[in-house]
């Protein structure tokens, strides 16, 4: 523990960063120099679409890879130089990790706490315990192989939860997951959060999410940290309106879509609706209106709503590509294969 | 306490690769198998030339047994870096990693299991040619030090499999890297005592191949009169193998587990 009374100075936070920057061998910028600040006890979360960098900038902060330049710490521990504190102190659950498929959720569970240096019968309780509380209990003692992505996702939540870690890294933790699932994990992140004041730094690429979870967002766009702010206050630098228009037939969708877009450009479809930001909302919705008739779509219904995370984003992103590489985000959930930043 | 730990990581490592091999057991029988069809193959076709005055009296079965074994050592020993491709594959190798164990002990259970699965596979294939009639003049004693070079000859294998899978981390390098045992095995003096070997040159190649001196170890335990000599040479000759690949699979883990 040595290392801790060097930098006793640093470690009210639980992350900083400096100038992280990561150059792949094949010469792809994952990350061009960020910088992080993250209380302890905060949810933190790292927003951004495929490619933006944010699995490279959580393997660094865990000690998978080395960054090409800068530096990062956790709990004032050097993720460099102090590889194997780091990893007492946090709790993993990354897409580049995974579980053996042979192994129960019992076994996996209890080798991970006795790695950790539980003893035997403390390692079993432990199991035990979060199996349950993570409601594995039913498949506990069954083979991962034949458990589902959400148990596989609880699962790994369990694992990377077992030596009782200060901070907890999650790696779009609910890509892939239905919704139902995905609200059951994000009840346990808040409950982990709120019971152990365990600090979470996590990466989603659903404005949704992060919005639900995080105290605290950056938005990474291109190995880039191009905003950072609470959700309330990114949605607050929004000095516009927003239009939501639903069709009376959900087919119409994209029809609605083009002609939206003709008036104010920028529209998307979030599900069954059809959202545009523009200056004047009244006057707007007048042209909107007009538009759609003109085309012949019929709307059951019209709202004038304040923006969300995803309206900022939009407008976010757009302001940074100027070189025309603007990445639109993921507004709707994907498959089960989506994701891998 | 340093030396404890790792004592304690490599062991349960190795006991959990162990019970995930017993979970799949169909990727061990194939190599048994093999194992087991060259010693009745061998013996059933070859075992007449065993009158032959070079052998010195021993019997075939007593002289190809050990070719099983070295056989089976080799191929169990591919097992273990088959066992780390799948959890390289599962991902579940850097979930390890980022448990504060030490990359050795990540490389070295692996090996251990490999070694003991080896160990394992070898009384079995034992036990067979005792029930074909093989006599052990040497007493059980031989028999057990002919388990341990068969597990230590493994150890060695599994070392140069688990640093293949490693560097390669793909399961097609690591298969084809198996391959070896094909020189290995049968540049040596496999069928025949050297003094048979016609060929010049396959003489030199099994003075060279360290297999050669492991079979004549096995051999003198088996014939009952253990000459001091090809022991130790046999013994000398597993040290080394294991000690080289130990090294190489330890140096591997080092170098490319710091940054993917």
């Known amino acids: 523990m040595a290392e801790w009374t060097e930098t006793k100075g640093t470690s009210n936070l639980a992350v900083t960063a400096a100038g992280l ?5 094949d010469g792809t910028v994952a990350l061009d120099g960020i910088g992080l600040a993250v209380s302890e006890g905060e949810i933190f979360g790292l927003l951004g679409p495929n490619g933006a960098g944010k699995s490279t900038a959580l393997q660094i902060l865990t000690t998978l890879l080395i960054p090409t330049a800068g530096q990062a710490q956790v709990f004032g521990l050097d993720v460099v130089r102090c590889q194997a504190a780091v990893r007492r102190v946090i ?9 053996d498929p042979l192994l129960t959720g019992v076994e996996a569970l209890e080798l991970q706490a006795r790695l950790h240096g539980a003893r035997r019968a403390e390692a079993l309780r432990r199991a035990r315990e979060l199996s349950e509380r993570l409601q594995l209990e039913g498949f506990a003692n069954r083979r991962i192989a034949g458990y589902s992505g959400g148990m596989r996702r609880r699962l790994d939540l369990a694992m990377g939860l077992v030596h009782r870690p200060r901070i907890l890294f999650l790696d779009e933790p609910t890509t892939g997951l239905d919704p139902l699932s995905r609200k059951a994990l994000w009840d ?11 600090t979470v730094f996590l990466s989603t690429q659903y404005l949704e999410e992060a919005d639900a979870l995080c105290d605290r967002i950056a938005i990474l766009r291109a190995g880039r940290i191009v905003a950072e702010d609470t959700p309330a206050r990114l949605k607050g630098r929004m000095r516009r309106d927003v239009i939501e228009l639903v069709p009376a037939d959900a087919a119409h969708c994209k029809a609605l879509l083009v002609v939206a877009d003709g008036v104010a450009p920028g529209a998307a479809i979030d599900r069954e609706t059809v959202r545009v930001a523009v200056a004047d909302g009244a006057a707007a919705a007048r042209a909107l209106l007009a538009a759609a008739d003109g085309a012949g779509i019929a709307l059951a219904g019209l709202r004038v709503a304040p923006p969300t995370l995803d309206d900022v984003f939009i407008e976010l992103t757009r302001d940074q590509g100027a070189d025309g590489t603007v990445m639109p985000p993921r507004l709707v959930p994907d498959g089960p294969f989506g994701g891998g930043a | 306490m340093r030396t404890l730990r790792l004592a304690a990581d490599v062991w349960l490592l190795t006991a959990r690769a162990l019970k995930v091999t017993l979970r799949e057991p169909w990727s061990v029988v194939p190599n048994v198998a093999i194992s087991l069809f060259f010693l009745l193959v061998y013996n059933a076709g070859l075992g007449g030339i065993g009158r032959l005055s070079a052998f010195g009296g021993m019997p075939y079965l007593s002289f190809i047994l050990p070719v099983a074994l070295v056989s089976g050592s080799v191929g169990g020993a591919g097992a ?22 030490s990359r050795t002990a990540l490389v070295v259970a692996p090996m251990l299991s490999g070694m003991i699965q080896v160990g394992a ?12 009639g093989l006599k052990l003049p040497g007493g059980p004693a031989a028999a057990v030090a002919v388990v341990l070079l068969a597990a230590g000859w493994g150890l060695g294998f599994a070392g140069y499999a688990v640093a293949v899978a490693l560097r390669s981390r793909s399961g097609r390098t690591a298969q084809a890297a198996t391959f070896v045992f094909f020189p290995l095995l049968f540049l040596s003096d496999t069928f025949v005592p050297m003094t048979l070997i016609k060929a010049g040159w396959m003489r030199v190649a099994a003075h060279i191949n360290p297999t050669t001196y492991v079979f004549d170890a096995m051999r003198s335990l088996l014939s009952g009169a253990a000459q001091p000599a090809p022991v130790v040479r046999g013994i000398l000759a597993v040290l080394a193998l294991a000690a080289v690949t130990l090294g190489w699979a330890v140096y591997t883990a080092q170098r490319t587990l710091r940054d993917a």
């Open chain 2, 80 to 101: 273990a870096g088959q066992a780390l491709i799948r959890d390289l594959e599962s991902r579940y190798f850097t979930k390890l990693r980022l448990t504060p164990v």
């Open chain 1, 188 to 198: 346990l992140v808040r409950a982990v959060h709120a019971e152990a004041g365990t």
């Open chain 2, 121 to 132: 596979q070898t009384v079995l294939i034992l036990l067979v040619a005792l029930a074909l």
């Open chain 1, 91 to 99: 709790g993993v659950a990354l897409q580049e990790t995974g579980v």
């Open chain 1, 21 to 25: 920057r990561k150059r792949y061998a």
